[in-house]
């Protein structure tokens, strides 16, 4: 799940998860799984954003050699409670 922003799937990411891909899978059963996933994560990411738990921040990153990354990130809040 991520925040949208002008690019295609390119906006800051608030939640994301990993599922394992087995050798006899095919493509459509890859992409089950996948929504899967995708529909078990929309109401974690919800809440935290109504919740008011979702910040955005711009980070950067320098690598060995000078390299520098900037990019803008999610930071997920503490629960006030």
């Known amino acids: 799940m ?3 922003d002008y690019g295609e799937d390119s906006g800051p990411i608030i939640g994301q998860r990993a599922f ?3 050798e006899d ?3 459509e ?3 089950r799984r996948g929504l899967e996933q995708e529909w078990q994560l929309y109401p ?3 809440q935290l954003f109504a919740e008011g738990r979702l910040k955005t ?3 950067r990153h320098e690598q060995p050699g000078g390299r520098v990354f900037e990019r803008t990130v999610v930071k997920v809040l503490p629960n006030r409670r």
Do not use: G, N, P, S
């Open 57 to 59: 921040v711009r980070m």
């Open 25 to 27: 899978d095919t493509l």
């Open 44 to 46: 974690e990411c919800i």
């Open 2 to 4: 991520h925040f949208v």
């Open 20 to 22: 394992a891909i087995h």
């Open 29 to 31: 059963t890859i992409r």
